[in-house]
């Protein structure tokens, strides 16, 4: 299996896995966003994880993340892989955690520019008072003047965002899920699971950028009471999907930690 | 969209519709063959097919529907797209169905025995009295001794195999169901719809194989039941997963119907 059929599997495996609080899954659609346009978005997101692969740690995180971004942009389900390309770009272009780290930190100030120009051709939540909001149009002067590179954007948005802060705490959570797949073992059932203890760990930010944070310290606790037996997994899932609650980074660094899992050996088909 | 892509966008759309009863969708599996042995298929059946697009008529219909065979056939799932690739790996290389046509007209002995081989690789459903048994080793031999084409070879399997046979009559069954998704109009709810019209106008040869001709025809007369709005689709889906029904190759028609559709114009994402 090559480095971009694992992410592309990686994908897969997320977006089937079930039950999963909230989320778009096999039993759940989104009235604007369906099981298909996650599943279209990652078979046309092959070339651009070819490239990522062929052209490795040579390769511009930038360019290519703009690529994945402008290839699977062609449905009309809106954003659905953004956070995830973060983390997988790297991580193909690098193959694993360590390699992908290397990668994030010789990222330029070109890379910084074609991100946010990938930025402008979805619709991603972000914050109302944001700085450094897409749909300014001085933000690519700025990021020249001030020469931010990709990492310091990351670095930037960090605070708010919990996918971003994996390129500088060394891929903590994914390497987390990493681990949590393997400790649950083989099988679809696992991925439910790492995805239920991440969030019950970790106050999801994409839900923290839509609702504030204390829906998403909320969310966190109800995920809790579900892994100690005081709720029931269908009833969140129903809760959050009835208040619109969807944590999508914790969908999108579970993404990576399958990525992760799969190539050190765990068993997606068993 | 490249064919490749638009090939497993068909794949992808087939097995996820629901309901299509019988049959792996996103809410069935089957104990040995799940959702995501299917989109894991899907996945690896990339290289196969950008080989097939960029070979055209020039390509060996033999040879990449031996590496698609031998690139999916990785996982704990079984067989998943022996049936859809008989179809496929002609469609595009040759783009469309009058495409097709001349590109399984211009197959070789050569074509014949890299199919066997192919079959070989997998557990597909045979009929025990066959001459042409796969198992035997002498079927190579055999081949090359009556000089028989893989086009030759689907005719000996017509009779009893509605993809086979689709080789003969022009994709007959590939247009009806791209024109019952032009009919039906876009979305993934015609694909279900498209399913059950042709399992209610064909004796579906899977089932016909595994159970026998009399349960494929009472399948059709069922699926005829709940056109004409006697019988409950669900309950019909029920009944065919409680008896092990699964109309295969009604499912792997469906597939290049998707993929020709999708070449007119059909919309899959709305």
Known sequence: MTCAERAQLAMMLEVC?????????????????RLEHFLGSMIFSRNALDEAERLGASGSVG???HSAV???????????????FILLVPLVMGGDIPGALKVVAGTTVEDAVLFYRAFGLTRVA???DDEMDINDPSAEESLRENRMTLYDVMAYSAPRDMVCREWLNGFALTRKGADLLHDYGPGSESIS?????????????????KHGIEVSRRTMERAREVIDGVRDIRE???????EDINPGSTADIIIASIYTALGEGWEWDS
């Open 126 to 128: 972000v914050l109302a």
């Open 63 to 65: 360019k290519i993340f």
């Open 193 to 209: 699971k790492a995805f239920l203890a991440l969030l019950a760990s970790e106050p999801d930010t994409f839900v923290a950028k």
């Open 70 to 84: 402008e290839e699977t942009h062609c449905h009309a389900g809106g954003n659905t892989h953004f956070g995830a």
């Open 17 to 33: 896995a079930y039950p999963k609080p909230g989320n778009v899954d096999r039993c759940h659609d989104y009235d604007t966003t």
């Open 236 to 242: 969140f899932d129903e809760l959050c999907i009835r």
